[in-house]
């Protein structure tokens, strides 16, 4: 009974202002419209829903119809404003109130059914916690046994891309229910999202997930191949990093810069928050990964170098890896000295094999880069004739050989002799 009183009150607030404009002084007109027009810009402000939403839009249709023959007069006596600019304002005030209404309607439902993966999610990355910390154990028990050592290498980085994946598949979770548009969500709503955050612990597990990602390249020695997968692994968390902490300003401060009843609670939660691991800190935490990944990606492959008795000018990051390449391959060619154990030894054998799909991601080298430099240090070689291909020559030569030989042998019979004519 109420959800059809309601609207039927509405109306009768909005259908007794609608006296006949026509019959109205200009100054009646002007301060009926305005009062309408105020009256329902009120209503669907402070409207909650749908149903309440609806009964407004025949208003705001009807103010329309009934002033649109004093247009031209409105114009002069709303001005700077429009007749037609102020009934569009009104009608997209109401589609984006109408909108937020509704999807708060529905958020309810979907809140409920995430709930559960919600907490199932949160037990895995418990679950995954405990297990770091022995294969961190257990990496340091291996340091002496090679195969093994790789073994837990391999584990390890499984284990951390299992426990990013959960994170951010958590904070999905979260956020699903509530659409792109936080902005637009609720005050209550909001609060209640800013108090899942914060039981879940969110921030403190960003950074838990950071920090075992700088432990594991200070606890261990690396190979090539292993940079192309860390590499990635940064690369895609700093960027769900910037789009979590992006929804947790808006979920935090919303309520606050638009002072709604929300404002408290998410003060509350910020601070909070902020209280356990500041965002800043996290930012802090992506960086020093970020530097710690790259300064052992290029001491590690300056290695192959110095191990193998190549001098090479020393490097630290991508356009002085390119420089020292560059200067060896030009003094090379200049001094006329024999060049095979930096071509063979370490750029063909260590770097091509090992290196390449690391250095041709675009954040180090690129591919077009990396493609110049290895021409480059195959030109120092002449080319060498593949035995391959000359064994297949010397047994195609040899057949033709063999061939010439049996038809050359091959006795030919005379010609027949013509027989005589008869006469």
């Known amino acids: 009974m109420t959800r059809f009183l309601i609207p039927a009150l509405l109306l009768c607030l909005i259908l007794p202002l609608g006296t006949t404009p026509s019959q109205q002084s200009d100054f009646a007109i002007k301060k009926d419209f305005?009062?309408?027009?105020?009256?329902?810009?009120?209503?669907?402000?402070?409207?909650?829903?749908?149903?309440?939403?609806?009964?407004?839009?025949?208003?705001?249709?009807?103010?329309?119809?009934d002033f649109s023959p004093h247009a031209l007069f409105l114009d002069k006596a709303l001005y700077p404003a429009t007749f037609d600019q102020k009934i569009k304002d009104l009608r997209e005030l109401y589609a984006r109130v109408y909108d937020a209404s509704r999807i708060m309607e529905t958020q309810g439902s979907q809140i409920l059914a995430m709930e559960s993966t919600i907490q199932e999610l949160t037990v895995s990355l418990d679950t995954l916690t405990w297990e770091r910390d022995s294969l961190f154990a257990e990496l340091q028990q291996n340091k002496n046994n090679t195969s093994a050592l790789r073994e837990t290498i391999r584990r390890l980085q499984a284990h951390m891309q299992a426990k990013d994946q959960l994170l951010f598949a958590l904070v999905d979770s979260m956020f699903m229910p509530y659409g792109k548009d936080l902005a637009r969500v609720g005050d209550d709503l909001r609060d209640d999202l800013a108090a899942k955050l914060e039981k879940a612990n969110i921030l403190a597990r960003v950074y838990d997930i950071a920090s075992d990602n700088v432990q594991f390249l200070t606890a261990t020695e690396l190979q090539g191949k292993?940079?192309?997968?860390?590499?990635?692994?940064?690369?895609?968390?700093?960027?769900r990093w910037k789009g979590l902490s992006d929804n947790m300003h808006a979920v935090?401060?919303?309520?606050?810069?638009?002072?709604?009843?929300?404002?408290?609670?998410?003060?509350?939660?910020?601070?909070?928050?902020?209280?356990s691991v500041p965002v800043v800190r996290v930012d802090s935490l992506l960086t020093e990964w970020n530097t710690v990944l790259r300064r052992t990606f290029w001491s590690t492959i300056e290695k192959e170098f110095a191990v193998r008795g190549v001098a090479v000018i020393p490097f630290s990051d991508a356009p002085g890896f390119s420089a020292s390449i560059r200067a060896y391959v030009d003094q090379a060619k200049n001094s006329g000295e024999d060049a095979t154990a930096f071509v063979e030894d370490v750029w063909k054998n260590r770097i091509d094999k090992e290196w390449k799909d690391a250095l041709t991601r675009e954040s180090i080298l690129g591919k077009e880069e990396y493609a110049a430099l290895d021409n480059m240090v195959r030109e120092l070689t002449p080319p060498i004739v593949d035995m391959k291909y000359v064994l297949y020559i010397g047994i195609i030569v040899i057949v033709a050989l063999v061939l010439w030989w049996m038809l050359a042998r091959k006795p030919r019979h005379p010609a027949p002799k013509p027989s005589a004519p008869n006469l």
Request: net charge neutral.
């Open 34 to 65: 305005e009062d309408r027009y105020e009256r329902l810009t009120r209503l669907v402000q402070t409207s909650t829903t749908t149903a309440q939403l609806d009964s407004l839009k025949n208003g705001i249709e009807g103010l329309a119809l």
């Open 226 to 239: 292993d940079f192309g997968s860390l590499l990635d692994t940064y690369q895609q968390f700093s960027a």
């Open 252 to 275: 935090y401060l919303t309520g606050q810069e638009t002072g709604g009843k929300g404002s408290v609670a998410a003060k509350k939660g910020s601070s909070a928050l902020a209280k």
